[in-house]
């Protein structure tokens, strides 16, 4: 027992010594790896720590010459140290564990590395109330990265955590929101359930006020590029990503408004039907039309109110096809529907309507 305590200390030393060039990395972590997977593996764990091998398995994480797969073996290190229990994970924490993790997920280059950093921080959170505020902060730092399995990887990180942290803080709209504009199905998948999630706290009325706003980035349709009509011609803005965003936004409200009435009242405060008939004349991007088509359809199925406003908005004819295919009406918008709804006033209607009836309302209350 002495002389595998032994020669573990001494491959540890040797680790510390010489990791910035690299000798031998793969087989001096790999040496590690037998002891602290050995049944007596508490022991060996401390006698690691001792020797400062946490804070060397943590910088090998941020090295530029170290290769993927010696990142692997280090995070896989961390993690049994983390599972050893909850005075470990306060440890890693305390020697800023969770950024050299982060960023290890931000800026790796293999996704398998990057699968397990994610493993690893999820690891630091659980049962462990001191640092679990600040794994979830660590996961909202990544939203802004670059990399799209990062990104997807923290979305998880974070819907994972939030029914565990219990709350939440208004710093993670911003990037949230600006994931919508991704191109990758995985990660605006991972963005809508934990916007679903945010809406059960205190940042929801800024929530939605925002995303009922991302609606508004289409300009006039009456200044669609003339390149956009040469079908022999690359679509430009078809990729575009404030429009692939608008798209997003008007899919996730038309998924809100049908799971609550409350947050479909709320967003209508916010001048939803005008924003999503501007959205649906945004004959920039089929898929803004398609979606804000799709979201003002169910509103106007369940509020005959907003449905005459809507057909004074379109005109008949237009709303007659809104209402038999909403999903393709964007294929037969023309400029002229698209400047009527690009000027709809249907709020404005709204507004004069109630306001025209509050008074005889309160007439009846008072005579009642």
């Known amino acids: 027992a002495q002389g595998a305590s032994l020669f573990l200390t001494r491959v540890t030393a040797w680790l510390r010594l010489s990791y910035m060039i690299g000798t031998c990395l793969s087989e001096q972590l790999k040496a590690i790896g037998v002891f602290l997977s ?27 010459q170290a290769r993927e797969e010696d990142k692997q073996e280090a995070i896989k290190l961390l993690q049994i140290i983390a599972s050893g229990g ?6 890693i924490c305390e020697s800023y564990g969770v950024r050299a993790i982060a960023e290890c997920l931000a800026k790796s280059k293999l996704e398998k590395t990057q699968e397990q950093a994610q493993i690893l921080l999820e690891l630091l ?17 990544l939203l802004p990265t670059t990399s799209s399995k990062a990104q997807q990887l923290a979305l998880q990180t974070l819907n994972n955590l939030q029914p565990i ?42 929530l939605l006020k925002r995303l009922a706003g991302l609606l508004n980035l289409c300009k006039d349709p009456r200044n669609r590029p003339k390149i956009l009509e040469d079908q022999s011609a690359p679509n430009l803005l078809e990729s575009a990503p404030m429009f692939i965003q608008q ?11 049908q799971n609550s009435v409350d947050i479909s009242e709320e967003l209508m405060q916010h001048e939803l039907v005008r924003k999503l008939l501007i959205t649906m004349g945004n004959r920039n991007h089929f898929d803004s039309q398609r979606q804000a088509s799709l979201a003002l359809h169910y509103i106007v199925c369940t509020n005959p109110n907003v449905a005459e406003q809507v057909k004074t ?16 009406l964007y294929q037969k918008i023309t400029e002229v529907h698209a400047d009527a709804l690009f000027n709809n006033k249907a709020n404005l209607l709204l507004k004069t309507e109630e306001s025209e009836v509050s008074p005889e309302a309160e007439q009846d209350g008072t005579s009642a």
Do not use: W
């Open 86 to 91: 909850r005075k470990y994970k306060e440890l």
């Open 38 to 64: 050995a049944a007596s593996s508490q022991r060996y764990i401390i006698e690691v720590l001792e020797v400062g091998g946490l804070l060397t398995f943590l910088d090998i994480l941020g090295l530029k």
């Open 165 to 206: 942290v219990k709350i939440t803080y208004p710093c993670i709209i911003k990037p949230l929101l600006n994931i919508l504009r991704s191109l990758h199905s995985e990660v605006q998948y991972e963005a809508i359930e934990l916007i679903k999630k945010l809406l059960e706290y205190e940042i929801r009325s800024d």
């Open 313 to 328: 908005s379109m005109g008949i004819e237009l709303f007659e096809m809104f209402m038999n295919d909403p999903e393709n």
């Open 125 to 141: 959170a659980q049962g462990n109330q001191k640092y679990q505020v600040q794994v979830y902060k660590g996961a909202i730092a």
């Open 247 to 257: 798209a997003a936004a008007a899919k996730v409200i038309g998924i809100l408004i």
